[in-house]
């Protein structure tokens, strides 16, 4: 349920050391478009290694699928905690060219890994988690970058550039790594793999990027998240939201797990780069858009249980349904598209947790963003154990029953809540 990281217009304004709100510009120092190019880098490693490529060629070199579901754990890790150096994004030297040594660092990770993949495999996964310590670091370049170039009025535009590049990049790119890995000798194919993220991250060097405004050091960064962590997590309104954000129901665990039992079901590694890969990537995207049908009126915790519920079915239906082609594409696309609707639910209950505390909106969207990332990393560890004790069928009967978890938990919060309305109407 990778997201790109982009400002809205509505967020608030981000504030300088001296706490001075930085002000948006008055018009465009870029085209929007040209963000589908300079946010592809991350959206093709994040796509590679965390939505499924790498799980698929994993379990064909030889990991159990229970190894492999303990190295998308590890490779969910990163993503958890990326607030905690994306100031360096800020410091030192512009943006552009953070972006740029972040995405050659993440290129060679992702050649060197590749590489590795068929000699020594745990190895090659380390690699590949380190690699996504620079891809988290493009993510906040380029989100300083959207701040710093794209006046207010024109951020929705980019905002939607850049998710068609995430979403969709997202899925064709690491498909036609696939595509090559399963067709090409390994040094031609890892060295495609570094050129298909650099090529596009070469764009980035074009931006003419505004001088720096003062930024706050590495320090003043972590004392501020340690505020805004207790800002977030001790307000009663929001303590609930970030619980659900902390639970399985829409971790979205079984996209990275799905390819690495593909042969399980008798699917050819063809199929799987056009359903879990362009495919899936498309129907993640509509998805997503069916997210606006979500009343407006409907509080967004409830929503998000409800989204999360969605996912059982399928994951039941892979779980207990015979092995064969048929019930893998079937369940398949049938969850790519839920988890692409509960991934648009889990934006918006973000943005209301978000809304609701201190001023440092962009800070606060991180954190929950990244606590959002949390059960993608600890379900992948799960649903490995599941499979340990149950074989295969154990990712989906895992992701499946864990769907559920939300809705006990709202019924509890509804519960308490008409139990406190009496004593609040007596004050």
């Known amino acids: 349920m990778a997201a790109a990281d982009v400002p809205d217009e509505a967020s608030p304004k981000p504030e300088s050391a001296a706490g001075i709100p930085e002000q948006p510009p008055t018009r465009n120092q870029a085209a929007p478009h040209l963000f589908l190019w300079v946010v592809l880098p991350y959206a093709i490693y994040m796509g590679f290694t965390t939505n499924g490529g790498a799980s698929f060629l994993l379990r064909q070199v030889g990991m159990s699928a229970e190894q492999v579901a303990n190295s998308v754990a590890l490779l969910g890790i990163p993503s958890t905690l990326y607030f905690l150096w994306s100031p360096l994004a800020d410091l030192w030297m ?3 060219y953070w972006h740029f040594a972040a ?6 990770s992702l ?4 590489v590795l993949l068929y000699r020594h495999a745990h190895a ?8 996504l310590a620079f891809a988290m670091l493009i993510s906040s370049a380029y989100g300083g970058l959207i701040s710093a170039m794209i006046e207010s009025g024109s951020r929705t535009r980019t905002a939607a550039w850049a998710q068609a590049s995430n979403l969709g990049g997202g899925a064709i790119g690491p498909g036609l790594l696939l595509y090559l890995a399963l067709h090409w000798p390994v040094m031609a194919w890892a060295s495609a793999a570094a050129l298909l993220m650099v090529l596009p991250g070469l764009s980035v060097l074009g931006l003419k990027e505004p001088p720096h405004r003062e930024s706050p050091t590495l320090l003043q960064h972590w004392k501020a998240v340690g505020r805004e962590l207790k800002l977030t997590c001790l307000t009663p ?3 609930f939201g970030l619980i659900l954000l902390l639970a399985p129901p829409g971790a979205g665990a079984l996209i990275a797990l799905l390819p690495a039992i593909a042969s399980d079901y008798g699917v050819s590694g063809a199929s799987v780069v056009w359903i879990n890969g362009i495919g899936g990537g498309l129907l993640m995207a509509l998805g997503c ?4 049908l979500v009343p407006a009126t409907l509080d967004r915790r409830i ?3 409800l989204a999360g519920a969605l996912n059982a079915a399928p994951a039941f239906f892979l779980a207990f349904a015979a092995p064969t082609p048929t019930v893998y594409m079937v369940g398949t696309v049938t969850y790519l598209f839920t988890i692409g609707f509960t991934s648009a639910v889990c934006m ?4 209301d947790v978000v809304g609701a505390v201190g001023q440092g909106g962009s800070m606060r969207y991180s954190i929950l963003m990244a606590c959002s990332y949390v059960p993608i990393a600890y379900m992948s560890w799960l649903e490995g154990r599941a499979a340990h004790y149950w074989g295969f069928r154990g990712f989906a009967m895992a992701e499946a029953i864990s769907s559920l978890a939300d809705l006990p938990l709202i019924l509890l919060w509804l519960w308490w809540r008409r139990r406190l309305k009496p004593r609040e109407s007596a004050r």
């Open 124 to 131: 090659a996964v380390w690699c590949y988690f380190f690699g």
């Open 94 to 96: 512009p943006r552009r």
């Open 111 to 114: 050649a060197i890994g590749s």
């Open 103 to 108: 995405t050659l660092g993440s290129a060679a």
């Open 237 to 239: 309104k929001n303590a």
């Open 289 to 292: 858009l069916a997210g606006v």
């Open 303 to 305: 929503a998000y249980a």
């Open 348 to 351: 918006g209950l973000v943005l």
